[in-house]
C-alpha cells in the first residue's frame, strides 16, 4: 500500500479487526521493522534514525494508556522530556501545561498515581505524555476504546480541540465508525493489509467505493451523512419573525444537530445565526432532506490501485 499524510491531518485508519491498522501503525514508530518499501516522516527514512531516537520524535497513545504505575501523573507526562535532555524548569513548565490542556488541573493531579485515577483520566495523562516533548506526529491506537459512551465522547470532543491548537499530524486507529467519522479529517478503509479507499468522510459515505466499504460506514444511514454537513450549505434567505419557539442554530454546526433541535422543539424552521448571534437566515426540514440528497462531488471517490505492498 501506498499513501502520504499531509502535516497537520487527522487520519483515521478504518476497517474490521484483523486487517492490518495496528500493524501500520507500528511499522511508523518501528515497533515492527518493514521488510520492505519505506516509511518516511518529514522527509526523512525512518531506518535512518535509531528506533529509540526516532520513537523520542513521536507521541505514541494505545488503549491500555502504558502509564508507570510507581510513577506520579507528572513524572509519568515528564518521561520523554527527560530522555530527551529537557532541563527541570522548561520539564515541570511543561507537565503543568499539558495536565491543563487535558483538563486534569496540575495541581491537584500532579502527585496522584495511576491507580488514583479514573480510566478515563488516565487516557487523558496517556495523552499528555505523548505531547509532552513536542512530537510533530501523534500514533493513536484505539485510545478510548475501553471507555464509556460518555467519557469516549468528551475525549473525542477534547482530542479534536487540541488538535486544532497544537496542529500535530495525527495518524489515529479505530473500527468504530462514529468515531471515525467524528474525528478524521481523512478516512482510510483497509481490509486485508490494503487499502480499498481514502477519501474524507462525508465523500465516503456518498461514494464507497465497493460493497464492503458501503456496509463498513453504513452509507445508507442519513444521519450520519447529516452529522457531516454543516447548517451553512442548507441554509435559506430571510429572517423569521420573533414568534418562532426554538432556539438558534449556528451556520457552522452541522445538519443532525439541527434536525434534532428541530424536531424537538415541534417548529416549522429555526433561526441560523453566525458567531456573532445575528442571524442570517432560516432552516428547514425541506432544506435539510435535500442537503442530504445532494452530490457532494461530481468526480469518482479516491480507490487505490492494486499494486505490491509499499509503504511510505
Not at 522530556?81 to 507537565?95: E, F, I
Not at 496540575?106 to 498515581?113: D, L, Q
Not at 465522547?153 to 465508525?177: K, M
Not at 445532494?294 to 468526480?299: I, K, M, N, R, Y
Amino acid at each position: 500500500m501506498t499513501f502520504t499524510v499531509a502535516a497537520s491531518q487527522f487520519v483515521v485508519l478504518l476497517g474490521p479487526s484483523g486487517c492490518g491498522k495496528t500493524t501500520l501503525l507500528k511499522l511508523v514508530n518501528r515497533l515492527y521493522e518493514p521488510t520492505s518499501g519505506t516509511i518516511a516522516i518529514n522527509g526523512i527514512d525512518t531506518r535512518s534514525l535509531p528506533a529509540p531516537a526516532l520513537r523520542r520524535r513521536i507521541g505514541y497513545v494505545i488503549q491500555q494508556t502504558g502509564l508507570f504505575p510507581h510513577m506520579r501523573v507528572g513524572e509519568n507526562v515528564a518521561v520523554v522530556p527527560r530522555l530527551v535532555g529537557w532541563d527541570k524548569r522548561r520539564t515541570a513548565a511543561r507537565v503543568d501545561e499539558l495536565l491543563e490542556l487535558v483538563g486534569l488541573p496540575a495541581e491537584e493531579y500532579r502527585r496522584r498515581y495511576p491507580a488514583q485515577l479514573s480510566g478515563g483520566q488516565q487516557q487523558r495523562v496517556g495523552l499528555a505524555r505523548a505531547l509532552a516533548a513536542e512530537p510533530s506526529t501523534l500514533l493513536m491506537d484505539e485510545p478510548f476504546g475501553a471507555l464509556d459512551a460518555i467519557t469516549r465522547g468528551r475525549l473525542q470532543d477534547e482530542l479534536r480541540h487540541i488538535h486544532g491548537l497544537l496542529g500535530q499530524t495525527v495518524i489515529f486507529v479505530t473500527h468504530d465508525v462514529e468515531e471515525a467519522v467524528r474525528l478524521a479529517d481523512r478516512i482510510v478503509v483497509m481490509r486485508d493489509g490494503r487499502i480499498v479507499q481514502d477519501d474524507t468522510p462525508l465523500r465516503i459515505l456518498s461514494h464507497p467505493a465497493d460493497d464492503f466499504v458501503r456496509d463498513l460506514v453504513g452509507a445508507s444511514d442519513v444521519l450520519r451523512r447529516l452529522s457531516l454537513i454543516p447548517v451553512h450549505q442548507a441554509i435559506r434567505s430571510g429572517i423569521p419573525d420573533a414568534a418562532d419557539r426554538c432556539p438558534p442554530v449556528t451556520a457552522s454546526q452541522n445538519l443532525r444537530t439541527a434536525l434534532n433541535l428541530l424536531l424537538d422543539c415541534g417548529a416549522p424552521r429555526l433561526v441560523v445565526v453566525d458567531a456573532d448571534a445575528r442571524p442570517i437566515g432560516t432552516l428547514d426540514l425541506e432544506a435539510i432532506q435535500q442537503a442530504a440528497t445532494v452530490d457532494v462531488a461530481s468526480d469518482s471517490p479516491i480507490v487505490p490501485p492494486d499494486i505490491a505492498p509499499t509503504r511510505r
